[in-house]
């Protein structure tokens, strides 16, 4: 049975929402189409009938925003999220597009958000880091958000807590399909969320 949590939702937006743009530096602010996709998608709860607990009924967030929107941004402020605050042990945020240099524009929107932030400042202790040589972002506590290859044969052993796929239109024919099976059939068997 649906349940809804809103605070749930609303901490998505505020965690965001704390997070620098690259074009300004300033806080991003949420669109209201954004605030309210988020708030359907995160505050959208049925109850796991083995643990009690509430958790997200939707497992896919699918959006189609033109270019020049906002939207690597959004990714990676998603991305860090999912990395940071989501509560999974270990968390691993795959980045992946049509190639591994539109792969890199979502680390690079949050390379910036994580290096202009209390999160990255290394005379804090940093709770994250980027390791610009491999194209990930790692935290003190084992979790990790890189960008992957497009090629499907090694990507099966990763258990993703969150997958962030830009320009899925391009994906296309037989290695387009291939790369998106392997990727959402059965890897979320070891996570409570998968995003």
Known sequence: M?????????????????????DTGKPFRLYEWQRETLMEFYSTMERDEESGRLLRKYQYLY?????KNGKSEFAAGLGLYHLIADGEARPQVGIFAADKTNADIIYQCAKYMVEHTALGQPEHDP???????VREIRTRFGGVMKVYSG??????????????C??????????????????????????????
């Not at 709770?127 to 040589?133: A, E, I, K």
């Not at 320009?167 to 998968?194: C, F, K």
């Open 63 to 67: 959006l189609e925003i033109p270019k």
């Open 2 to 22: 649906e349940e809804r949590d809103e605070e749930s939702g609303r901490f998505v937006c505020d965690f965001v929402e704390r997070l620098p743009t690259t």
């Open 166 to 195: 830009d320009e899925l239109h391009a994906w296309s024919g037989r290695a387009g399909r291939d790369r998106w099976n392997v990727l959402t059939t059965g890897s979320d068997a070891a996570r409570r969320q998968q995003t």
């Open 151 to 164: 090629d499907v044969d090694n990507k099966h052993g990763p258990s993703f807590s969150a997958i962030l």
């Open 127 to 133: 709770l994250v880091w980027c390791r610009d040589s």
